[in-house]
């Protein structure tokens, strides 16, 4: 089998091209060059989805920001996936740009657990879900985390006293039900 170039030279001196029309693959070309500039150059990669923590709580939490197409793991609370994490002091926020392609998007809590769970870690995830179009509470990852459609989208994930409160309690009794199911 032989390729020819032919399509892509100018017509000889006598006006004929001999494999077909120049213009077609010189406009061909420029199409190939024009969507290899756009994709490589969006502005939109930098930030595809925008999710901000809001901690009203009196606890200072660490936020962990993770997603398919993160290669980080968070060395205080294991969490895979790892594209940022910040501590996020009592009654402030936080924000993290999610990149176009990052997709299975959560931010995972971190924190001293209160009352009864005084002493535990309590991890905390949200993730985003398709049906309601929102970033929800999630134990652990327990629900495969979605990724918004489209670029330019805004979310907040508000963390309260009544969170951390429930939180707490709810992290105890799972710790006291783990230490039923491994007790021999």
């Known amino acids: ?70 290669a980080g793991v968070d060395k205080k609370s294991q969490v895979p996936f790892k594209c940022t994490a910040h501590a996020i002091p009592s009654h402030s926020s936080q924000s993290h740009d999610f990149e176009w392609g990052k997709s299975a998007q959560a931010v995972t809590f971190y924190y001293d657990g209160i009352d009864q769970a005084d002493g535990m870690k309590v991890i905390v995830s949200y993730t985003y879900q398709f049906d309601s179009g929102k970033y929800e509470k999630t134990w652990g990852l327990s629900q495969f985390p979605g990724t918004p459609w489209g670029c330019h989208r805004h979310y907040t994930v508000t963390y309260t006293d009544k969170d951390v409160k429930s939180d707490s309690k709810t992290a105890r009794r799972k710790s006291i039900e783990d230490k039923e199911r491994t007790r021999w």
């Not at 020819?4 to 091209?17: E, M, Q, V």
């Open 1 to 70: 089998m032989t390729i020819s170039n032919t399509d892509l030279r100018p017509p000889p001196a006598g006006g004929t091209s001999t494999g077909g029309n120049a213009s077609t693959g010189l406009a061909a070309r420029a199409v190939l060059v024009f969507c290899a500039t756009v994709f490589f150059t969006s502005p939109a990669a930098n930030a595809c989805v925008t999710l901000k923590v809001k901690n009203e709580s009196k606890v200072p939490i660490r936020a962990i920001w993770s997603a398919g197409g993160c």
